[in-house]
């Protein structure tokens, strides 16, 4: 069993920046980690996953160019860095990882995620 403990969430500005973390419980390499947001009303989102392997990064058109994921193995912990923040970035931000493996093709979905964080919430102001 993994537990995730996501932080960093907080209220900005518009065009602000926030660094969220997620924390596990045990060894994070050799697996798919990712971080999702769900924003009121809409269905959850897959916006950055990585293979911790071999750091093998994906990003949703959405976030590109603006958000950064990296991983610290020796800590267990995975960063989201956000900037240029914008009110359509508000949403709560969840961590996922599978137990074992690289991701799959329905990643964004949720797809072979099996560990979930409790999320953050991050509210950007225009």
């Known amino acids: 069993q993994m537990q995730l403990v996501e932080s960093g969430g907080a209220s900005v500005q518009a065009a602000g920046t926030l660094r969220l973390s997620c924390a596990a419980s045990?060894?994070?390499?050799?697996?798919?980690m990712a971080w999702f947001r769900q924003a009121p009303g809409k269905e959850r989102e897959g916006i950055v996953s990585?293979?911790?392997?071999?750091?093998?990064?994906a990003y949703g058109d959405s976030v590109k160019g603006r958000f950064t994921l990296s991983q610290d193995n020796a800590k267990n912990t995975l960063y989201l860095q956000m900037n240029s923040l914008q009110p359509e970035d508000t949403a709560v931000y969840y961590c996922a990882t599978r137990v074992w493996g690289a991701c799959s093709a329905s990643w964004r979905a949720g797809g072979g995620m099996h560990y979930w964080g409790q999320g953050t919430q991050v509210t950007v102001s225009s």
């Open positions: 990585i293979y911790t392997r071999d750091g093998h990064t």
């Open positions: 045990g060894d994070t390499s050799s697996r798919c």
